[in-house]
T-cell receptor, first 113, second 111 residues
Framework: DGGITQSPKYLFRKEGQNVTLSCEQNLNHDAMYWYRQDPGQGLRLIYYSQIVNDFQKGDIAEGYSVSREKKESFPLTVTSAQKNPTAFYLC????????????FGQGTRLTVV | DQQVKQNSPSLSVQEGRISILNCDYTNSMFDYFLWYKKYPAEGPTFLISISSIKDKNEDGRFTVFLNKSAKHLSLHIVPSQPGDSAVYFCAASARRNDMRFGAGTRLTVKP
C-alpha cells in the first residue's frame, strides 16, 4: 500500500534535547512538507522540499531543521532553540505540479517536559 | 499573518440539513483551493478542491463555491450525516505545492 508513514506516533523528550521526527513516503512524490498543529491555530508550514537536497523555510522555521537526502524521506529535527516544541507534527507529500492535493501522514505528537 | 482564515471555530447542524463552512483569504495570488477533513490524532484527508478558473465544483454531497472578488470560498455538505462530524480545514496555494491552511472549523452533525 502506498502512503506516508510518520514515526513514532507519540514522542516524549526532555527540555533542551534535540529530537528527530521521521517521515517516509512511497508514493513517488517529489514534494514533501512539514506542518505543525496547535489548538485553534490550524496547520502552519515549517519547511518544504520540492527536490532532493533542496528545501525552503515555511512560516515558522525557527528552531527546526530538515534534510532531504532521499526522495522518500524528509526528517524534521526539533532543536532546543524551538521555544514551544510541544505540538502535533504532520508530514505531507504531493506531486510536483499545479493544482494537486497533498497527502498527509498520521502525525507525531511531541511532548517536551 | 494568517493568509487563510476560518472565522467560525465550530458549527452544529441537524442530520439531513445543509452544512455551510466558510473560508476567507487575503493573498490574491492564491489560485488553488482545497478542503480537508480531519479526525483527532490523525492526518487530514483531502475532500474536494477548486481552481481559480472555476466558481463551483461538486463531488457527491460536497460542493465548493469560490468568489474570487470577495476572496471567499465555502463548502456545502448536503445532506449532512453524523459521519461528517470532524474538523474541516480550508487550504490555498499560490504556486506549486506551497499550501497555507486556515484554523479549521469543527462540524458536529446531530442525529
Amino acid at each position: 500500500d502506498g502512503g506516508i508513514t510518520q514515526s513514532p506516533k507519540y514522542l516524549f523528550r526532555k527540555e533542551g534535547q534535540n529530537v528527530t521526527l521521521s517521515c517516509e513516503q512511497n508514493l513517488n512524490h517529489d514534494a514533501m512538507y512539514w506542518y505543525r498543529q496547535d489548538p485553534g491555530q490550524g496547520l502552519r508550514l515549517i519547511y518544504y522540499s520540492q527536490i532532493v537536497n533542496d528545501f525552503q523555510k515555511g512560516d515558522i522555521a525557527e528552531g527546526y531543521s530538515v534534510s532531504r537526502e532521499k526522495k522518500e524521506s524528509f526528517p524534521l529535527t526539533v532543536t532546543s532553540a524551538q521555544k514551544n516544541p510541544t505540538a502535533f507534527y504532520l508530514c505531507a507529500s504531493s506531486r510536483l505540479q499545479e493544482n494537486t492535493e497533498a497527502f498527509f501522514g498520521q502525525g507525531t505528537r511531541l511532548t517536551v517536559v | 499573518d494568517q493568509q487563510v482564515k476560518q472565522n467560525s471555530p465550530s458549527l452544529s447542524v441537524q442530520e439531513g440539513r445543509i452544512s455551510i463552512l466558510n473560508c476567507d483569504y487575503t493573498n490574491s495570488m492564491f489560485d488553488y483551493f482545497l478542503w480537508y477533513k480531519k479526525y483527532p490524532a490523525e492526518g487530514p484527508t483531502f475532500l474536494i478542491s477548486i481552481s481559480s478558473i472555476k466558481d463551483k465544483n461538486e463531488d457527491g454531497r460536497f460542493t465548493v463555491f469560490l468568489n474570487k472578488s470577495a476572496k471567499h470560498l465555502s463548502l456545502h455538505i448536503v445532506p449532512s450525516q453524523p459521519g461528517d462530524s470532524a474538523v474541516y480545514f480550508c487550504a490555498a496555494s499560490a504556486r506549486r505545492n506551497d499550501m497555507r491552511f486556515g484554523a479549521g472549523t469543527r462540524l458536529t452533525v446531530k442525529p
